[in-house]
C-alpha cells in the first residue's frame, strides 16, 4: 500500500513538473509554442533535420507582432525577445540586470574553455573583460596591420601561383587556412602556410577543436550542459582534450620563450602577457578609425581600471577562445561575401571601382587608414554580416528579478526571476521583413550614409550589444577587409556550374555552412 502511493505521488509530482514547464510562459501571459511543436523542433535540431537558424526565423514568422515569446527546453524557461527597444533594454540599458550569458560549460567539466571570457560571470567578467579590453583598441590593430597584409599577400601569391587563366576552387577550404594563419601570425606568433604545408599541426588542431558538428556533439552538448555531473563522471568533453592539450602547451612554451629571451612581437600573446603585468591601458588615440558601421565601441565597463592577477590558465584560455572565435566565424563571413559578389556581379563592380581608386590615391599601396576609410567595402561587409551574422542566437541571464512592462493593448507585465533566460534571435531578427525590407536581397545599399540612418537600433547585431559585445570585432572586421580587398583587386569571382544560386545552409547547429560548399571561379584582372 505505501509502495502504490509513492508511486502515485511520485508520477503526480513528475505530472506537475512537466505541465507546469509546458505552459510557464502561458501563465504568464505570453505566447509561447505548444508542447509537441517544442519537442517536434527540439529533434529536428539534435537531429540536425533542419538549420538552426531557420527554425528561429520560423518563430519570428509565426509571432511577427509579438515583442517577445516564450519557449521551454527541458527544464529552462527561455524568453525570446525580437523588439528592438526591449533587446536595447536588456543588452545596454538594464545590463546591470542582464550581465552574464548562461554558462554552457563547467569549469569542472572544461577547465580551460570554463575560464574564457565569453563564460565568465559577474565582477570575475568585469575585471577580464577590461583587463583584455585594450588589447583590441584601433591602435592595436593598427600595429597588427602589417602581419594582415603578409598572410594576405601570401594567399593572394598561391593563387597566382596556378596559372592566367580561371581557377575553379571551393573557397571554404582556402580561407579557412588563410584564417588560421592570420591568427598563427596575429595570436600566436607562429608562420603556418597552411596552403603549401596542408597537414601543418596548428592547422590540424584548429580543425579538431572547432569541429562542433554532427549529432554525437550535439548530444554531447546538451550532456555537458544540462548535467555536467553526468559529463564529469562519464568523460564526456564537448571539446577535443588533445587540441585543448596542444593550445596549452603551444602558448605555455611561447610564453616562456619570449620571457627567457626578451622576444617582443606586435601580437595577442604580448598583449596577454603585458596585461598579465598590469602594462597594457586603454588608449586615448584621438586619430583612431573606427572600424566601419557594424564595430562596437568598448563599454565604460571595459575601460574601467581594474586589478586582476591573471594566471597561466587564464592566459592560455583566453588565447584558446581568440582561435576558436575567430577560426571560423570570420573564414564564413569572407565565403559568404565572395560568394554573394559573384552572384550579385554589379556590387562586384563598384567594389573593384572603389579598391581601383583607393590604389590610384596611395600609389599602389594599401594603408591602414585608407582600408577602414573605404566606404563601399564597409556596406558590402555590413550588408554581409546582417544576412549571415556568425551566431544565430545569443542570450543573457537574469541576475536579479526584472520586469518587462506592457506597452501594446492586450500585453501584461512579464515577471523574470532571477536565473531566467533571454534570447536574442539575431539570425531572424536580421531577416525580419520589418526592419530590412526584402531580407533574402543582398543590398549593400541599407548601408550608405543616405540609407543607415533608417536602420532601428537594437535590430542590427552581427557582434551582440552593449557591454558583452565581441570584444574582438576590430579584428575579424580588419581581416575580412584586407583579405576582401586584395581578393577583388587582383580576380574577378563568377558564378561556375558548382556555385550554388540560390545558397542552401546545411542543418548545423553551431555556425552557418552551406550544402554545396562555396564553389566559385578566379578570373585574374587584366
Avoid at 263 to 279: F, K, T, V, W, Y
Avoid at 423 to 451: L, T, V
Wanted: proline fraction near 5%; include cysteine.
Amino acid at each position: 500500500m505505501l509502495g502504490v502511493l509513492l508511486l502515485t505521488t511520485f508520477c503526480a509530482a513528475l505530472v506537475y513538473l512537466i505541465v507546469k514547464i509546458t505552459f510557464y510562459w502561458k501563465w504568464q501571459g505570453v505566447n509561447q509554442c505548444g508542447p509537441l511543436d517544442l519537442w517536434r523542433t527540439f529533434f529536428k535540431l539534435i537531429l540536425q533535420f533542419e538549420p538552426g537558424c531557420e527554425t528561429l526565423v520560423d518563430l519570428q514568422n509565426r509571432y511577427p507582432d509579438e515583442r517577445y515569446i516564450g519557449i521551454n527546453m527541458f527544464t529552462s524557461n527561455i524568453l525570446l525577445i525580437k523588439d528592438p527597444g526591449l533587446v536595447k533594454e536588456v543588452g545596454i540599458k538594464e545590463f546591470d540586470s542582464f550581465v552574464n550569458h548562461y554558462p554552457f560549460v563547467n569549469e569542472e567539466v572544461e577547465p580551460l574553455f570554463g575560464r574564457v571570457l565569453l563564460l565568465l560571470q559577474g565582477e570575475r567578467w568585469k575585471a577580464m573583460r577590461s583587463t583584455l579590453s585594450p588589447s583590441f583598441t584601433s591602435s592595436k590593430m593598427r600595429g597588427m596591420f602589417r602581419l594582415f597584409e603578409e598572410c594576405t599577400e601570401q594567399f593572394i601569391g598561391h593563387l597566382q601561383e596556378k596559372g592566367s587563366s580561371r581557377i575553379d576552387i571551393e573557397l571554404k577550404d582556402l580561407l579557412t587556412r588563410f584564417s588560421n594563419d592570420v591568427i598563427a601570425s596575429a595570436a600566436f606568433g607562429l608562420s603556418c602556410n597552411s596552403l603549401k604545408c596542408p597537414e601543418n599541426e596548428f592547422y590540424l588542431m584548429g580543425k579538431e577543436l572547432t569541429k562542433l558538428s554532427g549529432v554525437w556533439k550535439n548530444i554531447s552538448f546538451l550532456i555537458v550542459t544540462l548535467f555536467p555531473r553526468v559529463a564529469k563522471s562519464l568523460g564526456i568533453r564537448f571539446f577535443s582534450p588533445q587540441a585543448t592539450a596542444f593550445f596549452r602547451n603551444l602558448v605555455k612554451s611561447t610564453i616562456e620563450a619570449r620571457e627567457k629571451s626578451g622576444i617582443i612581437r606586435p601580437d595577442m600573446i604580448h598583449l596577454l602577457m603585458e596585461a598579465r603585468n598590469g602594462r597594457l591601458k586603454h588608449d586615448l588615440d584621438a586619430d583612431a578609425i573606427d572600424s566601419g558601421f557594424s564595430s562596437i565601441e568598448e563599454s565604460a565597463i571595459g575601460k574601467e581600471v581594474r586589478k586582476v592577477e591573471l594566471t597561466e590558465d587564464d592566459l592560455i584560455a583566453q588565447a584558446l577562445i581568440f582561435f576558436f572565435a575567430g577560426f571560423e566565424s570570420v573564414a564564413n563571413l569572407m565565403c559568404f561575401t565572395a560568394h554573394e559578389l559573384a552572384v550579385n556581379s554589379d556590387v562586384q563592380t563598384q567594389l573593384q571601382e572603389e579598391i581601383d581608386e583607393t590604389l590610384r590615391k596611395h600609389d599602389g599601396a594599401i594603408t591602414y587608414e585608407s582600408l577602414l576609410k573605404m566606404k563601399y567595402l564597409d556596406m558590402v561587409l555590413s550588408e554581409s554580416l546582417r544576412k549571415y551574422p556568425s551566431i544565430a542566437l545569443s542570450d543573457r541571464v537574469c541576475s536579479k528579478p526584472f520586469t518587462i512592462e506592457p506597452v501594446h493593448p492586450g500585453e501584461k507585465p512579464v515577471h523574470l526571476q532571477k536565473g531566467a533566460i533571454v534570447g536574442i534571435p539575431i539570425f531572424s531578427m536580421h531577416r525580419d521583413p520589418k526592419f530590412y525590407p526584402n531580407p533574402d536581397r543582398y543590398d549593400p545599399e541599407r548601408f550608405s550614409d543616405e540609407n543607415k540612418s533608417n536602420i532601428e537600433p537594437g535590430s542590427y547585431l552581427p557582434f551582440g550589444i552593449g557591454p558583452r559585445s565581441c570584444i574582438g570585432n576590430r579584428f575579424g572586421l580588419l581581416e575580412a577587409k584586407m583579405l576582401i580587398f586584395k581578393l577583388f583587386q587582383h580576380f574577378n569571382v563568377v558564378v561556375i556550374k558548382e556555385t550554388q544560386v540560390p545558397i542552401k545552409l546545411k542543418p548545423n547547429q553551431f555556425s552557418l555552412s552551406v550544402e554545396k560548399g562555396f564553389w566559385v571561379g578566379l578570373e585574374p584582372r587584366t
